[in-house]
């Protein structure tokens, strides 16, 4: 992984997406030296997606199989004082 500055990453803009694109290199950006934002190919970024929906599709089942009192929608809009 690489670490860029922003002014550096938009002057070679090109360099940087054909690296993500091509060799699935991931360039971190940086803004005084704070990483801010990443650079990745898409193929990278739709895995990350699909195991942040694999995470949250988890952790809605173990919600709903635990044997926690569920409390109605209605209930909930009524204690929040929405009609």
Known sequence: MTELP???????????VA???HAHERVVLTR???AVAAVVSI???RA??????AADLL???EA?????RRV???????ELGIR
């Open 72 to 78: 109605p929608h209605s209930e909930v809009l009524a």
């Open 32 to 34: 005084h030296g704070r």
């Open 19 to 21: 690296k993500a694109e």
């Open 59 to 61: 952790a809605a089942r």
């Open 48 to 53: 990350l997606e699909a195991a942040e929906d």
């Open 43 to 45: 193929e990278d970024l």
């Open 64 to 68: 709903l199989a635990s044997e926690e």
């Open 6 to 16: 922003i002014s550096e990453a938009r002057d070679h803009l090109g360099e940087v």
